[in-house]
């Protein structure tokens, strides 16, 4: 089956610009998960999704960042006012559900703000 | 100090040899351990998953675990052109009830032909 899909691949965004970039997980996935990965980093834990539920958003740098998965499926993650330091690529992941689940990551939307 | 240290590289070994790469990591509540290898322009990709301590073959790949000395590695046999990519390390606790996963920031390899 199809795996874990992002859009847009590529961004780029003018300072102080809003973007939303979008993550379609795996079809019965119950858990979503945003990460941040700066040039030559490991991702960085964002947010993370139950079905509709945002469980955690301790990962979430500042307050210009929100996500919402409002049907338990796709999630959009939403930067407002973007800024130099938002420039990385953004990983979305998702798994059955619990400990010890795999995730599956998707491709990433790489966001370069000018 | 972060949480999860690892040697960024790059690396560079011929076809056909041994590569180890390894972690280190500061909370000892870490129980679940795992690689993940990345492709440029990709996602990150599970390898191998390893609870607590203790080894793990699949094929060319051997994880291993040393809970006490906090430190983690991943060999691989008979190393392919294919496998260049930057590898992962990452790992989680049992304190919440969903895969917090923390990663390490990665391991560039190249493997010549």
């Known amino acids: 089956g199809a795996g874990v899909s992002q859009s847009p691949r590529y961004k780029v965004a003018k300072r102080g610009q809003d973007v939303a970039l979008r993550c379609d997980p795996i079809?019965?996935?119950?858990?979503l998960f945003w990460y941040q990965q700066a040039l030559g980093q490991g991702p960085e834990f964002l947010t993370y999704?139950?079905?509709?539920?945002?469980?955690?958003k301790s990962g979430l740098p500042s307050d210009r960042f929100f996500a919402e998965r409002p049907e338990g499926s796709v999630s959009t993650l939403k930067i407002q006012r973007t800024q130099q330091e938002d420039s990385a690529v953004y990983l979305c992941?998702?798994?059955?559900?619990?400990?010890?689940?795999?995730?599956?990551f998707g491709p990433g939307t790489r966001l370069l703000v000018l | 100090q972060k949480e999860v240290e690892q040697d960024p590289g790059p690396l560079s070994v011929p076809e056909g040899a041994i590569v180890s790469l390894n972690c280190t990591y500061s909370?000892?509540?870490?129980?679940?351990f795992m690689w993940y290898r990345q492709y440029s322009r990709k996602g990150p990709e599970l390898l191998m998953y390893?609870?607590?301590?203790g080894n793990k073959e699949d094929g060319r790949f051997t994880a291993q675990v040393d809970k006490s000395s906090k430190y983690i590695s991943l060999f691989i046999r008979d190393s392919q052109p294919s496998d260049s990519a930057t590898y992962l390390c990452?790992?989680?606790?049992?304190?919440?009830?969903?895969?917090?996963?923390?990663f390490g920031p990665g391991t560039s390899l190249s493997v010549i032909p």
């Open positions: 992941a998702s798994s059955l559900g619990g400990v010890e689940e795999t995730q599956y």
């Open positions: 079809s019965g996935h119950v858990s």
């Open positions: 999704f139950q079905n509709e539920a945002q469980l955690d």
């Open positions: 909370n000892s509540a870490f129980q679940y």
């Open positions: 390893t609870y607590s301590s």
């Open positions: 990452a790992m989680s606790a049992e304190e919440t009830s969903y895969d917090k996963v923390i």
